[in-house]
């Protein structure tokens, strides 16, 4: 009850017009960044869910959680959904996110700007304190995701990608390392892997991808005549990427960081045992809280 009182006093008492907000999406699965507006207003004519508004500039709304380093990750995990995070540069390095979409870390201090920050100088640890509230399923998986960024980049991570897919029962070619037409593993059904859905699969493990290779798995599964195909686009898509995409999410997936991940877990007992070795995993039960 305490955390839950100390957390409607923040929405209430603390949060105030230049503090930065961020909110880690549960849809997209990535970070938005905003700056304060307004503070507290009670709305009594809007929808009962939405009277008690907070309103936000958001600035950056598609951060790739790979861009967050793992302890600032691990900060953000918390089950608490307002919380004032403080510990290793957060604030600092949130300000950088919101600027230039990198986490410098936490070893080098970084200058607040005057007039910006997170809500308040008033201190309550049940806000103040997330990382003692963690969200352990979304902490160990951001701990893979950093795993899979720092350890599968480039033909590495299209290796990994066709090991998934062969899991899944596809047969799959995968091209050599270099340049590939746009084509990073070929996957099919049947004995030769000829049979439909056939799949073009294209793998960028490094920035956020734009229109131009959306486009060119476009043309290359038209010359192809694919079923489908599949995008692996480690940091996501950019804004004219997203709108490339909108009249073909019935024959293209996009799969992003975390999307990789969910795709991992569901077939790690059949991945080859080098790559098990690799990325090392260990499943764990733990009790479930029925309120959160």
């Given amino acids: ?66 861009a967050v380093k793992q302890d600032l990750l691990y900060t953000l995990g918390s089950v608490l959904t307002v919380f004032a995070p403080s510990k290793n540069n957060a604030v600092s390095r949130l300000e950088h996110l919101l600027q230039y979409g990198t986490d410098p870390g936490a070893v080098e201090a970084l200058p607040i700007p005057p007039g910006t920050g997170t809500a308040g100088s008033e201190s309550d640890s049940s806000v103040d304190s997330p990382e003692l509230s963690t969200d352990f399923e979304q902490a160990a998986t951001d701990q893979i995701l950093t795993r899979i960024g720092e350890d599968f980049t480039g033909h590495e991570l299209a290796r990994l990608v066709t090991a998934v897919l062969e899991a899944e029962g596809f047969r799959c070619d995968m091209s050599p390392p270099g340049p590939d037409g746009g084509i990073d593993i070929t996957a099919g059904c049947g004995p030769l892997g000829l049979d439909s859905p056939t799949v073009l699969v294209q793998v960028k493990s490094g920035g956020q991808v734009g229109a131009p290779v959306v486009s060119q798995l476009q043309g290359v599964m038209a010359t192809q005549k694919a079923d489908q195909g599949l995008l692996v686009a480690w940091d996501g898509l950019t804004r004219p990427g997203r709108d490339q995409m909108r009249h073909d999410r019935l024959r293209i997936r996009v799969w992003a960081a975390a999307d990789v991940v969910d795709a991992v877990l569901r077939n790690y007992p059949r991945l080859p045992a080098d790559l098990q070795a690799r990325l090392p995993l260990k499943q764990v039960w733990m009790v479930s809280n029925p309120e959160g």
Avoid at 5 to 20: C, E, F, M, N, S
Avoid at 43 to 55: E, F, I, L
């Fill in 1 to 66: 009850m305490q955390n839950v009182v100390a957390q409607l006093w923040a929405i209430r008492g603390r949060i105030t017009p230049g503090d930065l907000l961020v909110m880690p999406m549960k849809t997209t699965k990535q970070i938005a960044l905003g700056r304060v507006t307004e503070g507290y207003r009670y709305r009594p004519d809007g929808p009962p869910a939405m009277r008690h508004t907070v309103s936000v500039d958001w600035r950056r709304t598609d951060l790739p959680r790979s």
